[in-house]
């Protein structure tokens, strides 16, 4: 079992459709990540959270909400997306911020019809 | 802001090749550089990270430098096997976080 286990690991969705990614780390660490990956783009960073406080919003659309309950789960909550929101959605987490090795889940590929 | 590029975006060489894969940056203020293996379909591995004071790291066939004053690190793979194959990415992590390079496809020719 990997540290990082991100389900579900392929989703597709309408663009009305409301749907949540789930992401849980087995590390102890303290931070936690959202990315995303596109075809052709280097990873973009969504949203960072140190022991469960939101610390960066990287001026992501409303339609993504992330949710951390406790220091172990991340989730990100999807609502009326668009085609273009399709990728790769890397979780990750890190014991002290960047500063420490950062550690990903095998991301859930999100198809948005 | 941030910016970091990686040469050559692809490479193919054959196996038991020794190579090196380039990366560069524009801000030397950053904490450390990391690099990263991806393979299709999966996340990333962390491979290495080197401190902003450090030069290089090791670990097996594989070895990274830092040069923050030419703003450039690279990772040289040793005996290169068929397993290589994937793509590497690097990353310069400081105070507004990780920032990525689009990677280096490397492929190992049997």
């Known amino acids: 079992e990997t540290g990082v286990t991100q389900t579900p690991r392929h989703l597709v969705m309408g663009m009305t459709n409301k749907k949540s990614l789930k992401c849980e780390q087995h590390?102890?660490?303290?931070?936690m990540y959202w990315y995303k990956q596109s075809a052709k783009k280097p990873l973009e960073l969504m949203f960072v959270y140190n022991f469960k406080e939101q610390t960066e919003n990287n001026s992501v659309p409303s339609r993504f909400s992330p949710e951390c309950p406790n220091s172990s789960h991340l989730f990100l909550h999807l609502h009326t997306l668009q085609p273009e929101d399709s990728a790769l959605y890397l979780c990750?987490?890190?014991?002290?911020?960047?500063?420490?090795?950062?550690?990903f889940g095998n991301g859930t590929r999100l198809t948005v019809t | 802001k941030q910016e970091v590029t990686q040469i050559p975006a692809a490479l193919s060489v054959p196996e038991g090749e020794n190579l090196v894969l380039n990366c560069s940056f524009t801000d030397s203020a950053i904490y450390n550089l990391q690099w990263f293996r991806q393979d299709p379909g999966k996340g990333l591995t962390s491979l290495l990270l080197i401190q902003s004071s450090q030069r290089e790291q090791t670990s097996g066939r594989l070895n990274a430098s830092l040069d923050k004053s030419s703003g450039r690190s690279t990772l040289y793979i040793a005996a290169s096997q068929p397993g290589d194959s994937a793509t590497y990415l690097c990353a310069g992590g400081g105070a507004d976080g990780l920032t990525f390079g689009k990677g280096t496809h490397l492929i190992i020719q049997p």
């Open positions: 990750a987490s890190s014991q002290e911020g960047v500063k420490s090795p950062l550690h």
């Open positions: 590390l102890g660490h303290n931070a």
